[in-house]
């Protein structure tokens, strides 16, 4: 198994940035799916973007909705993954979770993020 602490979220105007931190207690090289998803009041939790290693080879994946203002990144060496959130939108408001799978699916606890107009 997998322990993900989150940190980073908070308050922050529309336009503006922040930056979310993952740690993981396990190398990347033995997690399959590593990455962000998030979850607003009332709605389901959804996929914000992910890093998938397929045997050498690694890609990042986005969801529409963020795609050329959220970028993923990771330093292996640390075994941390971060998210930054550029030109935040009040529809960005959710808790923001760290996500592996290792076979199985692990998750963080969450840290909110509230985007006010």
């Known amino acids: 198994q997998v322990q993900l602490v989150e940190s980073g979220g908070g308050l922050v105007q529309a336009g503006g940035s922040l930056r979310l931190s993952c740690a993981a207690s396990?190398?990347?090289?033995?997690?399959?799916?590593v990455g962000w998803y998030r979850q607003a009041s009332g709605k389901q939790r959804e996929l914000v973007a992910t890093?998938?290693?397929?045997?050498?080879?690694?890609?990042?994946e986005y969801a529409d909705s963020v795609k050329g203002r959220f970028t993923i990144s990771r330093e292996s060496a640390n075994n941390t993954v971060f998210l930054q959130m550029n030109s935040v939108k009040p529809e960005d408001t959710a808790v923001y979770y760290c996500?592996?799978?290792?076979?199985?699916?692990?998750w963080g606890q969450g840290t909110q993020v509230i985007v006010s107009s």
């Open positions: 996500y592996a799978n290792l076979g199985l699916n692990y």
């Open positions: 396990k190398s990347f090289l033995s997690i399959n799916v």
């Open positions: 890093f998938t290693r397929r045997g050498t080879i690694t890609y990042a």
